[in-house]
């Protein structure tokens, strides 16, 4: 069982997905991100709330983008950052700095990412086991159509990705997934950026640029070492190539894993509750995170 390798492999529990949870699309190709960035952000930190308030289910959050680059917030201190960002944008290539942690990745139709917005239990102190939760999520979502490439998948920082980190996912040494955590008063979300189609070496590329702009060359500075051959796509390494085949498999994984997830449109009949990218409340927050994390 792949549950059972992640325990096994760092030698702690997993925690357990809620047995009903509300399920948000917003695809880049379909009805979900437009050209700004900060859109997605602010409609998770909204549903954040909505459910640390108890306003709504627990929920599973799946979406892209259609061409952008977000910073961590690190990396918009960087000297020439801010030019590095015009630079982008005048390529067409949306920009913004997340709240989230971590540093610069990439968005794309062929990038999803995938989020738990979870209500905090009370004394609960292990936060690695929400990263485990949804590396574990992510490798079954592999499974259903790729077992083997999914079998192959290991848990552990990649050097020389771009967003490195303890829970990166790789299958033979080239980062496909990467995580980062949340978190409110009342309850958080734990979010993965999942690089599916397309190449992942040019999407390191275009990071290294970045990177290489901002810092304008001075070797001192604190920041990501990019080698784009480290980062690979799941169609390349064998699995899923398509966004459409990945997120079925999330969506199947979380049902086999005894989860009831109940559409936006069927909570809105249910319960009244609704919330989509261009309400009030989210375009308030996307203002909000804008200031709050503005380059500056």
Known sequence: MINGRFEEETGQEISVLPPVMALFEHMADENGADGEMLLPFAFEETLCRDVGAGAVLP???????????????????????AQAMDRLE???IRTAVRHSGGAAVPLDAGIINVSLVLPKSRGKLDFHAD????????TEAVAISHPEEAARIRAGEIVGSYCPGDFDLAI????????????????????AFVVVSGSGRERGEQ???FYEAAAA???ELSYPRVRPETIAGLGELGGPDTS????????????????????????????????????????????????????G
């Open 244 to 295: 459409l085949l990945f997120t079925a498999g999330i969506k199947e994984a979380a049902i086999r894993r005894g989860v009831e997830l109940v559409s936006a449109a069927a909570l809105r009949e249910k319960s009244g509750y609704t919330l989509d990218f261009r309400e009030p409340r989210v375009l308030e927050a996307a203002r909000v995170l804008r200031e709050r994390y503005a380059q």
């Open 90 to 92: 005048r390529r067409g």
């Open 207 to 209: 990071i290294r640029s």
């Open 59 to 81: 929920s599973l959050h799946l979406w892209s983008h259609p061409g952008g680059v977000v910073l961590g917030l690190r990396d918009s201190k960087l000297p020439c950052a």
């Open 217 to 219: 060359g001075d070797q």
């Open 172 to 191: 033979g040494g080239r980062k496909f997934c990467g995580i980062a955590q949340r978190r409110q008063s009342e309850a958080y979300f734990v979010h």
């Open 131 to 138: 990263f485990r939760l949804l590396a574990s999520l992510i």
